[in-house]
Each structure stands twice: as C-alpha cells, then as structure tokens.
C-alpha cells in the first residue's frame, strides 16, 4: 500500500516557531513515532512524506533513525493542506492505483489501523477512520451567540487520518475543486463533492491530531502508558 503523510504545515496553533511535527515527544521529533507505525504496518510498502523543503534535513535523520531510507519519498509541500496532498498525489508511482493518506500530527496511530484501512480500501473507493462524536454538538448563530439548533449525535462521526481513496478519483476531484475553487480541510469532503461513496471505518480514540500544546501533553501520556505495557 502507498502512504502520502502530510507533514508542511507551520503549526501556527501550536504556537511554536517551527514546525510542530519537529517538536519533541518523549525525546524524539513527533513525526518520528507517526513513521514508527507506518514502518511496524504490514501493509504499507511506500512512504511519500510531505514537507517544507527546509524541514527535509531534519525529517531525513528521522528517517535514517528509523532505517526507513529505502521506502521514504521526499515531497515537497504546498501552502495549504489540500495543496500539499495534490502534490503528494502527482509523486505517486503510475502503478499506484490506491492510496492512504494519513496526517503527520496524528501521531498515536497504531500499526493495525495502518492494516485495516489497506484491507478495506481495496473493498471501496473511499474510506475516512473516524470515532463516534462523544459531546453534544449545538449550532449557534456567529452574530448572537444563540444556539440555533441541536444535532442528533447518533448521525455524527469525527473524522480522523488515515483516509483511503482510489488515486485517480482523488486526483480528479482535486482538479475539479481547483477548478470550482473549492476549499476543504478535508480530502473526503472533494470526494463527497464529486458525488462518490465514502465509507467509515472505525477509528481509534487514542488517534489524536495533536494541534495544541494540551494535546502534546495528552499525547505524551498515551505514550508513556504504551511504553510502560
Ligand atoms: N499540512 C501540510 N501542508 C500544509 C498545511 C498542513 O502538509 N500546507 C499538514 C500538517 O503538517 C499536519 C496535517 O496537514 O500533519 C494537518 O494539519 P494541521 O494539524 O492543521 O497542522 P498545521 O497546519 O501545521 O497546524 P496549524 O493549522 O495550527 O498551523
Ligand atoms: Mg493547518
């Protein structure tokens, strides 16, 4: 399986003057445990990792620490999410015919879920991980702060990475959404755009996006516990 990790962005809400993904997590960058599961996964065979050109150096000791030079493919970046996974799908090999996508911030991921999204993706055309919404989530009105409406949280899932696609489906819905002009967080959400079926899959809750110091210190604590076990 071919895997393009997302891994250019600033890390702005971090609040920290470099890329977050460089940012330490148990004495090592945090992109280096994001590549560990990619590495200890069965099925993934090709790593595209997605980055600014000057975070290739560091990215590269990451990669050398892990042995992984032989499967590890230097891409560089674009100015927004979506922007950098379309150049990631342009470097993928012509004989790729599906793909994970999978964000560097989330860290935590287990080699299993690397696993079961490989298999089910040859079942489908797209799939996004995704957990059950545990709050209640309320729609307000940005003017007057009232709560305009409750959504029935039976119908709501929290999308996570890894997120499956047929290449050459995605690839035609980013071109179709540069055309339009469409601007998503999401890569499922020019998936659904287009019209095409995308299927969840379970996710995990430990499957964090770490995006805000809170989330470096809860993220440490999983792993500390992991270690521990
Ligand atoms: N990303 C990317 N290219 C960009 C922006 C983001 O590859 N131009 C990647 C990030 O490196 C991250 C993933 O997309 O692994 C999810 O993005 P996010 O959590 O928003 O990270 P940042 O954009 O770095 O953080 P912020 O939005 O707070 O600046
Ligand atoms: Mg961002």
Request: charged letters at 20%; proline letters at 5%.
């Amino acid at each position: 399986m071919y895997l393009l990790i997302p891994a250019a962005g600033s890390g702005r809400r971090m609040g920290s003057s470099r890329n977050k993904l460089l940012l330490p997590l148990l004495d090592r960058p945090l992109l280096f445990w994001t590549l560990s599961a990619a590495k200890a996964s069965e099925s993934i065979r090709w790593v595209g990792l997605i980055g600014q050109p000057e975070d290739f150096q560091d990215f590269k000791e990451i990669v050398v620490a892990l042995s992984m030079t032989k499967f590890v493919h230097f891409i560089p970046g674009g100015s927004t999410r979506q922007e950098s996974v379309y150049k990631g799908l342009q470097a993928l090999p012509a004989v790729a015919e599906r793909v994970l996508i999978h964000d560097g911030a989330r860290c935590l991921i287990t080699p299993a879920l690397f696993d079961h999204c490989a298999r089910e993706i040859s079942q489908c055309p797209g799939l996004i991980a995704a957990v059950p919404v545990k709050d209640t989530i309320k729609v307000v009105e940005s003017a007057t702060h009232l709560v305009s409406g409750t959504l029935d949280r039976g119908q709501l899932w929290a999308a996570q990475t890894p997120k499956g696609f047929e290449v050459e489906r995605l690839t035609q819905c980013h071109i179709e959404g540069n055309r339009q002009g469409w601007e998503v967080t999401d890569d499922a959400a020019l998936f659904e755009q287009c019209g095409y079926p995308v299927k969840i899959v379970s996710g995990e809750e430990t499957n964090l996006k770490v995006t805000t110091p809170v989330d470096l210190a809860i993220a440490e604590f999983i792993l500390r516990q992991r270690n521990r076990r």
